[in-house]
């Protein structure tokens, strides 16, 4: 059965520090793989999304940016946070793009900045 | 921008009622799914609804779609508290797109 796994699963940074979120998948191959934020009491925002190695798609301008260095590796980073990067980070998979299918949602990173 | 936005925002009922959320989106879909996140967790995947169903059933849960009011509803029968999270409903556009998501809290 497939796998999503996503670490740390709790963060506190101070403005200024880099960031990495690392997230992987197990038991699928060449899975499309995506970053969500979400505020407090918000929706999902989606960040980035991969459809195989090396290939990243931005969708909001913003001072992160996304990697995928292997087939089911997934990573988010920062140079220098900001206070705006506080939040819910999601990584998900799925098997289809365009949301024709079913998304898998890891358990989530909440990052705290101060 | 988001495509679907659910109402109410807020719901709260007791136990053994039951919970309708509604949906509305903007643009034409291929299909559209709900989701539930419990509190600091993960979304998961409830129900997926295509754009030629009108409704469908997965347990307590029922889907209905309207492409020509662009809506949707989910309801859940006979609520339990560990219904109680936050339920999105997600189109598809050019990449799955949510809401803000409605908070349901059953209480006991």
């Known amino acids: 059965s497939q796998t999503i796994h996503q670490w740390p699963a709790t963060l506190v940074q101070p403005v200024g520090s880099p960031l990495s979120l690392e997230c992987t998948v197990e038991?699928?191959?060449?899975?499309?793989l995506y970053w969500y934020r979400q505020a407090a009491g918000r929706g999902l925002q989606l960040l980035f999304y991969s459809v195989g190695i090396g290939q990243i798609s931005s969708e909001v301008p913003q001072n992160l940016s996304a990697s995928r260095p292997q087939d089911r590796q997934f990573i988010l980073s920062s140079k220098k946070l900001l206070l705006s990067d506080s939040g819910f980070y999601l990584c998900?998979?799925?098997?289809?793009?365009?949301?024709?299918?079913?998304?898998?949602f890891g358990e989530g990173s909440r990052l705290t900045v101060l | 921008s988001q495509q679907g936005e659910e109402d109410p925002q807020a719901l709260s009922i007791q136990e053994g009622e039951n919970a309708t959320m509604n949906c509305s989106y903007k643009?034409?879909?291929?299909?559209l799914q709900w989701y539930r996140q419990n509190s600091g967790r993960g979304l998961v995947h409830l129900i997926l609804i295509r754009s030629n169903e009108r409704e469908k059933h997965s347990g307590r849960l029922r889907v209905t779609l309207d492409t020509s009011k662009k809506s949707s509803s989910l309801l859940i029968t006979a609520s339990r508290a560990a219904d109680t999270a936050s339920y999105f409903c997600?189109?598809?556009?050019?990449?799955?797109?949510f809401g803000a998501g409605t908070i349901l809290r059953v209480k006991s």
């Open positions: 038991g699928t191959s060449n899975p499309n």
């Open positions: 998900a998979w799925s098997v289809d793009l365009a949301g024709t299918g079913e998304l898998f």
């Open positions: 643009t034409s879909i291929n299909n």
């Open positions: 997600a189109t598809d556009g050019n990449k799955l797109v």
